[in-house]
C-alpha cells in the first residue's frame, strides 16, 4: 500500500476539522474503535453463574469466562482461545457444564465464522472435552473412535429441563448430502443418532419427545425446503403448508403444536401457532408493513409473551398482557424509558431474568432481576466507554422509491443538530440479500453523526425484515434496482430538505462499498465523494475468489442473486465503469480477507488509474473482511473523517 497517502491524510486532518470537531468535548476516534470486552451473556439453568465471551483489549484473543451473578469482579474460570478464535454460541447443559460452538473472526464486518468445531468444559474449567471437529482424531476422551468426525458440528438445541445432553447437528465434510443431528451426553461425550435426512445443510427442530420432528434450509440449489418427520420418514412439506415462507421455531406448552413464522405469500412473515401438519394455525401477531422480528420467551414451559416489528422504533405487542412474564417486561420497560427490554435467559424456576436494555444510543446493558423480590442487579455494559447521552438519535422513516414501493429509511441526526439541510453520508448495508439497518446502536452512523453528517441507511429491495417477496426482489438486480432505491432515498432526504444536495457523499463496507461506487455511477453529479470499504468491484471475480464460491451452496447462491451472464456482470461491476465515476475515491481494504479478496480492492485500483480517476488507498496486512485490529481502525476512522471532511465539511 501507500502509506505515505495515508500520513499525509492524516497529517492533514487537524487542518481540515471544522470548528466544532476540534473541540475539546468531541466523542475520542478511540471509542468507536474499541472492541466490547463482554459478550454474549449467557445464565446458567440454575440461575447462580454466568458465562460471557470475554475478549482482549488487543482485540485477536479471546476467552470464555464464568462470573458467579453475585461476584462479577473476578472471573470463576477463563478458557483461553486460539488466537482469532470466539466463542461463537455458548449453551449450559447443566448447572455446572457448558458447551461451545467456536468460531473465527476474519473481519469486523462479518459474524464470526463457525469452524465446526464443538467442545464442553465444567464451569471451573476443568473437564475440557473435545466434542466434534476436524481435530477430533487428535482431542477429546473418545479420539480413538471418532475417525468420522471430520466436518461441521454445531448446537441446535438441548433438552428442557436441562440434563447434560444437547442436541448437535453435523454435516460430514466426506458427504455433503446428508445432514445429521444426535442427542449428546456433555459429560461422557457419548450420543446416539436421533435424525438423519439426505439432504445437505439442514437445521432441525426437535420436538418434546427428543426426535427430530423438522428439518428446513437452502439446499445445494439454495432453494428453501422443508421437510417434516412422519412415521414412514422424511416428508417434504407441500406449498400449501410451506406456504410463501415457514420456519418451525419451537413446540407449544402442551406438546400438540408448534409454533413457527409463517406467511401465506411471500409477503411480511407472522408469528403463528399450528399442528405440525399446518392445521388450525392460528396467527399470534403479524404487520402488514413488516416481519415480526424479535420474539420474546417466558422460562419453562416456553411461550411467546411478546413481539416486536422488525422494522421501525420496536414497538412491543403483548400476546396475553396477563402473563408473569408480559407483566414484568412491562414494568421493566416502564423503568427504561426510550429503550428497548430484551430478555435474555432464566432460571429454570423462573426466579431469575437476565436482560438486555439497549436503544439508539446505547449498544446495551445487561442486568439480572430476582422475581422473587424483585431486585435488579447492573452485572456490565457492552461498552462503557459509550455515553449515551452524547450519541445520535436514530429516525426510522418512510419513503416512495421511484417506482411507488414504499421503503424504510433510517435517519441518524447528530446530536444537537436541527435535521435541515446538512451535510449527509449514504450508507449502504452490507448483504445485500437477506439483511437490514435497524434503529439499534449502529457504530459507523454515530461515528459519522459525532463528526456532525447526517446519516442515510436505506432498507432496499433484498434487505430482510419484510418477507421473501421483499427479499427476492432484490436477485440479479445488485447493481440496478438496489442502487435506485439508495438513490431515491438520497432525492427523498434531499426534497424533504433533511440534506443539503451540495454536500453529499456515500460511504460503505463489503456490498456496501461496492454501492458506494456504482451510486455514483448510476447518479453522476449527485455525491461529492465516495469511500469503498472492504467492497466487492468486480462481481464475476465472486465466482473465481473469495469463500462464497468455495462450495456448491455457494455458487449456487451466486447463480441465483447475481446471475452468470457476463456481459451483464460486466455492465454491474464498477472496475468495469471507473470512467464514469466523477468523484474522489478512498479505498480501503484488508489484505487477507476471504469473503471479498483483496484482488478486488486492486482491481478497482488498477481500473481508477487507468481511467486516471483521483483516489486515496489504505490496506492492512493480516486485516480481514473489515478491519478488527482496535490501532488499524483508529487510522481508519482518521482518515475517513480527514477525507470526508476535506469534500463536504467546512473544510471543503
Known amino acids: 500500500m501507500s502509506y505515505r497517502i495515508a500520513r499525509t491524510a492524516l497529517s492533514a486532518a487537524c487542518l481540515l476539522l471544522p470548528a466544532a470537531a476540534a473541540a475539546a468535548d468531541l466523542v475520542p476516534v478511540e471509542n468507536f474503535a474499541r472492541h466490547p470486552l463482554l459478550t454474549m451473556p449467557r445464565l446458567s439453568p440454575n440461575g447462580q453463574y454466568l458465562a460471557v465471551n470475554m475478549n482482549d483489549p488487543g482485540g485477536d484473543s479471546h476467552m470464555l469466562a464464568v462470573y458467579k451473578v453475585d461476584e462479577m469482579k473476578q472471573p470463576v474460570s477463563m478458557l483461553r482461545l486460539p488466537k482469532y478464535e470466539i466463542a461463537a454460541d455458548i449453551t449450559w447443559v447443566s448447572n455446572t457444564r457448558l458447551v461451545v460452538d467456536k468460531g473465527k473472526v476474519y473481519g469486523s464486518i462479518d459474524k464470526p465464522f463457525l469452524t465446526g468445531e464443538v467442545i464442553a468444559t465444567d464451569l471451573d474449567g476443568k473437564n475440557q472435552d473435545y466434542l466434534y471437529g476436524r481435530d477430533s482424531l487428535r482431542y477429546g476422551t473418545r479420539a480413538a473412535t471418532r475417525g468420522t468426525d471430520r466436518g461441521w458440528g454445531f448446537v441446535e438445541s438441548k433438552p428442557l429441563p436441562t440434563n447434560g445432553h444437547f442436541y448437535m447437528g453435523t454435516q460430514s ?19 446416539h443418532l436421533i435424525g438423519q435426512i439426505n439432504v445437505g445443510g439442514m437445521s432441525f427442530m426437535v420436538g418434546a419427545d427428543g426426535k427430530a420432528h423438522f428439518a428446513y434450509g437452502r439446499n445445494d440449489n439454495y432453494d428453501y425446503v422443508v421437510y417434516n418427520q412422519q412415521a414412514a420418514g422424511w416428508a417434504k412439506m407441500t406449498p400449501a403448508q410451506v406456504g410463501g415462507s415457514f420456519t418451525p ?47 420474546q420467551w417466558t422460562a419453562l414451559p416456553y411461550q411467546p409473551f411478546a413481539t416486536a416489528p422488525a422494522t421501525g422504533v420496536p414497538q412491543v405487542s403483548y400476546l396475553d398482557p396477563n402473563l408473569p412474564m408480559a407483566k414484568l417486561h412491562r414494568a421493566l420497560s416502564l423503568k ?36 422473587h423480590n424483585y431486585k435488579v442487579f447492573k452485572l456490565f455494559a457492552t461498552a462503557p466507554w459509550i455515553d449515551p447521552a452524547r450519541m445520535a438519535e436514530r429516525r426510522p422513516l418512510r419513503f416512495k422509491a421511484s417506482d411507488g414501493m414504499e ?29 437490514q439497518d435497524d434503529w439499534s446502536y449502529d ?26 417477496d421483499f427479499k427476492e426482489a432484490g436477485y440479479l438486480k445488485w447493481g440496478t434496482r438496489i442502487q435506485q432505491d439508495l438513490i431515491d432515498g438520497v432525492k427523498w432526504a434531499i426534497a424533504e430538505k433533511y440534506a443539503d444536495p451540495q454536500r453529499v457523499c456515500v460511504y460503505g463496507g463489503s456490498f456496501g462499498g461496492y454501492s458506494a461506487m456504482m451510486t455514483t455511477i448510476r447518479a453522476p453529479g449527485m455525491f461529492k465523494c465516495a469511500v469503498g470499504y472492504a467492497g466487492i468491484y468486480d462481481l464475476a ?17 451466486l447463480n441465483t442473486v447475481i446471475g452468470k451472464n457476463d456481459a451483464d456482470l460486466a455492465a454491474n461491476s464498477p472496475d468495469k465503469l471507473a470512467d464514469k465515476i466523477g468523484v474522489p475515491v478512498l479505498l480501503v481494504h484488508g489484505e487477507d480477507d476471504k469473503r471479498a479478496p483483496f484482488a478486488q480492492a ?20 493480516g486485516e480481514g473482511h473489515g478491519f478488527y485490529d482496535e490501532k488499524n481502525n483508529i487510522e481508519f476512522y482518521n482518515l475517513l473523517q480527514a477525507f470526508l471532511e476535506k469534500h463536504i465539511g467546512k473544510g471543503a
Open 249 to 295: 421455531i419451537f413446540f407449544t406448552p402442551d406438546k400438540q403444536g408448534i409454533y413457527a413464522e409463517y406467511n401465506a405469500d411471500g409477503g411480511p412473515t407472522a408469528l403463528v401457532e399450528q399442528d405440525e401438519d399446518g392445521g388450525n394455525r392460528k396467527v399470534l401477531a403479524s404487520d402488514s408493513f413488516s416481519s415480526i422480528g424479535d420474539i
Open 407 to 435: 421503503l424504510e429509511a433510517i435517519l441518524t441526526i447528530p446530536n444537537g443538530a436541527s435535521p435541515t439541510n446538512l451535510p449527509m453520508i449514504l450508507l449502504p448495508h452490507g448483504g445485500p440479500i437477506g439483511i
Open 336 to 371: 427504561f424509558p426510550g429503550n428497548y427490554v430484551r430478555f435474555i435467559d432464566f432460571s429454570e424456576d423462573g426466579g431469575k431474568v437476565l436482560f438486555e436494555v439497549s436503544s439508539d444510543r446505547d449498544p446495551g446493558t445487561y442486568y439480572l432481576i430476582d422475581t
Open 443 to 468: 457504530n459507523d452512523a454515530q461515528f459519522l453523526a459525532s463528526r456532525g453528517y447526517l446519516v442515510l441507511q436505506v432498507n432496499y429491495r433484498g434487505s430482510s425484515g419484510r418477507g421473501e
Open 541 to 557: 471475480m465472486m465466482y473465481k475468489k473469495g469463500d462464497i464460491q468455495e462450495n456448491k451452496s455457494g455458487r449456487s447462491y
Open 602 to 621: 486492486k482491481a478497482m485500483r488498477a481500473a481508477l488509474d487507468a481511467a486516471h480517476k483521483p483516489y486515496e488507498w489504505l490496506s492492512k496486512p
Open 173 to 191: 465434510w466426506e458427504n455433503n448430502d446428508t445432514s445429521t443431528l444426535y442427542d449428546v451426553d456433555a459429560g461422557k461425550n457419548t450420543r
